[in-house]
C-alpha cells in the first residue's frame, strides 16, 4: 500500500488493502485494517506506546517538553491513575450538563458567521466551536477567548509554524486559568491536561465539517433528518463511523514477535490502526461504504477502544450533535455555495477539508 493511493482516496485505497489481508505496510508502519484486529492492537499488551509514539517537537523549547506527554501516550497505572482522576470531569452526565452553554456559544458562533449569503462553515463555524467548548469548560475568561481561538486554529493545522508557536504559548496560559480535573492533580499534571484538552479536542472542528459535507452528497439523509430530528444522536454516530476525521491511531510497538490475523509483526515494529478502514469493514457492518442515519452503529472505533477510548467523546459527541441541529435550522436551503467542491488536504492521519463554503 503506498501513500499516494491513500492520500488521493483513502476509502478506496484501504478497501482493496482490507481485501487482501488485515494488516499492510504503509511506509515503515504496520497498519491494520479489519475490525477485529484493530480492537486487538488497541487492547493488546504485547502492543504499547513508547517514547517513540510521544509528540517529539524539536521547535519547541526544552521546558516546555515535558507537558507534551498527555494521556494519550501513557501506559499501566500511570496511565489508570491519571484517568480515574480526570473521568468525572468528563462523563456524559457532565456532557450533558454542558448541554446549554455549548447551545448558547453554537448560536453565537453562527450569528457572527452568517453576516452574508455565502459563510465558510469549516473556518467560522467548525473550527473556533472546540475551543470555545474548551474555553467554557477550564474557565478561560471572556476577553481572552480571541487569543485562545487563534491556538485552536494552529493546533487544528496540524503542523508548521504556527503549531510549534502556539504550543509554549498554550502552556504558558493554561498555567494561568484555575482549571480543576481532580484534586490529586499536580500542577504539570493539570497544565499537560489543558494541552491535552487543546491537542485532542478539535476533533469536532473537522467531524462536523465532515458530516455536513456528507449530508449535502446525500441529500435523501438529509431530507430524513429534517423530517425526523429526533434521529440526531444516531445520525451523529453513523456520521462518525462513516466520515470521522481520524484516520490513525497513535503507533504501537510490538513487544515480541506477534502473530495478527495469520500476519507476522516482528518484534519492535510500529503498528497503526487505520480507523477508517476498520468502521467499514463488512464483516462487522452491513454494507460499510453506504450512509445510513438509521443504522445503529454501535462498535465503530471512532472514539478509539480499550483503555484509550477518548475520555472527551460525551462532549464531542454533544458538541456535533448541537452544531449539525442549528447548522440545519439555520439554513433550511443548505447547499453549496457556488463553485464549491469537497477539496481534502492530503494528511494521512486526518480526514479534513480545505473549506466548507455554503449558502442557505
Not at 37 to 47: G, I, K, S
Not at 166 to 195: C, H, K, M, S, Y
Request: charged share 25%; glycine share 6%; with cysteine.
Amino acid at each position: 500500500m503506498e501513500f499516494s493511493d491513500v492520500l488521493a482516496d483513502p476509502v478506496a485505497a484501504y478497501r482493496r488493502a482490507r481485501e487482501e489481508a488485515p494488516v499492510a505496510r504503509l511506509g515503515p508502519m504496520w497498519v491494520v485494517l479489519r475490525h477485529a484486529e484493530a480492537r486487538t492492537v488497541l487492547t493488546d499488551q504485547r502492543f504499547a506506546l513508547s517514547a517513540a509514539s510521544y509528540l517529539q517537537r524539536p521547535d519547541v523549547p526544552e521546558r516546555y517538553r515535558p507537558y507534551l506527554r498527555t494521556m494519550q501516550e501513557m501506559e499501566g497505572a500511570e496511565h489508570q491513575r491519571l484517568r480515574r482522576l480526570v473521568a468525572p470531569s468528563f462523563s456524559p452526565r457532565e456532557a450533558e450538563a454542558m448541554r446549554p452553554r455549548i447551545a448558547a456559544i453554537v448560536e453565537r458562533l453562527l450569528d457572527e458567521a452568517v453576516r452574508d449569503k455565502e459563510v465558510d462553515l469549516l473556518r467560522d463555524f467548525a473550527t473556533p466551536l472546540p475551543m470555545e467548548v474548551i474555553c467554557e469548560l477550564i474557565g478561560v475568561p471572556p476577553a481572552d477567548r480571541p487569543r485562545w481561538r487563534v491556538y485552536g486554529a494552529a493546533v487544528a493545522g496540524g503542523h508548521g509554524k504556527a503549531f510549534a508557536e502556539a504550543i509554549p504559548a498554550i502552556i504558558d496560559d493554561a498555567a494561568n486559568v484555575d482549571a480543576r480535573f481532580g484534586g490529586e492533580l499536580t500542577e504539570t499534571e493539570r497544565v499537560t491536561l489543558v494541552w491535552h484538552l487543546v491537542l485532542a479536542g478539535q476533533v469536532p472542528a473537522n467531524l462536523i465539517a465532515n458530516a455536513v459535507a456528507a449530508l449535502l452528497e446525500h441529500p435523501a439523509q438529509l431530507a430524513e433528518l429534517r423530517e425526523v430530528p429526533a434521529l440526531m444522536p444516531q445520525a451523529v454516530e453513523e456520521l462518525t463511523r462513516w466520515c470521522g476525521p481520524q484516520l490513525l491511531t497513535i503507533p504501537r510497538y510490538a513487544q515480541q514477535d506477534v502473530n495478527l490475523g495469520g500476519v507476522p509483526i516482528p518484534k519492535g515494529d510500529p503498528v497503526t490502526v487505520s480507523i477508517l478502514s476498520a468502521n467499514r469493514d463488512p464483516r462487522v457492518f452491513d454494507d460499510p461504504d453506504t450512509l445510513d442515519l438509521r443504522r445503529v452503529a454501535t462498535g465503530h472505533l471512532g472514539y478509539a477502544h480499550g483503555p484509550h477510548f477518548c475520555l472527551g467523546a460525551p462532549l464531542a459527541r454533544v458538541q456535533t450533535e448541537l452544531a449539525l441541529s442549528a447548522v440545519l435550522r439555520r439554513f433550511p436551503d443548505l447547499a453549496p455555495a457556488p463553485g464549491e467542491e469537497a477539496r481534502r488536504l492530503p494528511d494521512p492521519g486526518t480526514w479534513r477539508l480545505a473549506s466548507l463554503r455554503v449558502v442557505g
